[in-house]
Each structure stands twice: as C-alpha cells, then as structure tokens.
C-alpha cells in the first residue's frame, strides 16, 4: 500500500526536522544581519550629524569646533603649552625670588 514504513517515516521526519533547523538559523543569521546593518547606518547619521553640526556652527563657535575635533590634536597641544608656559614662568619667578633673598 501507499503507507510509508516506519523507517521511512522516521527519516522523512528527520529531514523535516532538520529543514526547520536551518530555516531558524538562516532567520537568526539574517537577523543579525540586519541588526548589524542598522546599527551600522545609524553610526553613519550620527557621524554625518557629528559633521553637520560643526558646519552650522560657524565662525561664532570656532574654539568649539576645535574641541570636537576627533584626533584633538588642537586643543591637546594648546592645553599642553599653556601649562608648559606656565610651569616655566613659576619657575623663572622662583629663581629671582631666590636671587632676591640671598642678595
């Protein structure tokens, strides 16, 4: 007759159940996919924003738009030869304090 042995229909169910496995894996693979790709744009806008923003800006906040550079090259070695300019005039100002004293 037409009936599948019980063999047959254990492997016939075994296929199915391994079509149902990869069917989920594909979903979960394209999925990730997905999620992936749409934090991936999103990281895009904000960069494109992060740009737009300091083109708006304009001349008015330029010390700004220095801060915001991404390497922060500007503002570091700014900040760095303040302070060095500042050590050596304390220092400077020491020493004639001393040659004041022992004079």
Avoid: Y
Wanted: aromatic share 0%.
């Amino acid at each position: 007759g037409k009936e599948l042995s019980e063999e047959e229909e254990l492997k016939l169910r075994g296929m199915e159940l391994l079509r149902q496995d990869l069917v989920k894996e594909q979903e979960s693979e394209r999925r990730k996919l997905r999620e992936e790709e749409a934090a991936a744009s999103q990281e895009s806008m904000v960069e494109e924003n992060k740009q737009q923003n300091e083109a708006d800006d304009g001349d008015e906040s330029s010390e700004m738009n220095t801060s915001k550079t991404l390497d922060g090259s500007e503002t570091t070695t700014t900040a760095t030869n303040v302070t060095n300019s500042v050590g050596h005039n304390e220092e400077k100002m020491e020493d004639n304090d001393h040659g004041a004293n022992s004079d």
